[in-house]
Nanobody, 125 residues
Framework: QVELVESGGGLEQAGGSLRLSCAASGRTFSNYAKGWFRQAPGKEREFVAG????????AYADSVKGRFTISRDNAKNTVDLQMNSLKPEDTAVYYC??????????????????WGQGIQVTVSS
């Protein structure tokens, strides 16, 4: 069992920055790929970024590429999402997720089976 808890969300102006953090507990954190997703009102949940167990392999959605950075610290059992140059369209509930499924296509947003409760990010224009 993996428990994931997000923190760091809130309200920011367009052009500003926020850093989300996800703390994991339960099964060995370093064994699993991690990702961030988001869901805006009236829209489907979408993949934002994914990172391999070692942190070597990383992927981003085109909409955040060059603005967001995912990172992980296996010693601290955390995975972070640094969000820069925020836009109003980044407004959403952001979810941390873990993939414990062997062979999952986690860098394309597939195969995530554990989820945090979500945290609101609001970007004002």
């Amino acid at each position: 069992q993996v428990e994931l808890v997000e923190s760091g969300g809130g309200l920011e102006q367009a052009g500003g920055s926020l850093r989300l953090s996800c703390a994991a507990s339960g099964r060995t954190f370093s064994n699993y790929a991690k990702g961030w997703f988001r869901q805006a009102p009236g829209k489907e949940r979408e993949f934002v970024a994914g990172i391999s167990r070692s942190g070597v392999y990383i992927a981003y959605a085109d909409s955040v590429k060059g603005r967001f950075t995912i990172s992980r610290d296996n010693a601290k059992n955390t995975v972070d999402l640094q969000m820069n140059s925020l836009k109003p369209e980044d407004t959403a509930v952001y979810y941390c997720a873990a993939s414990t499924i062997s062979g999952s296509n986690y860098l394309r947003g597939d195969g995530y089976d554990y989820w945090g409760q979500g945290i609101q990010v609001t970007v004002s224009s």
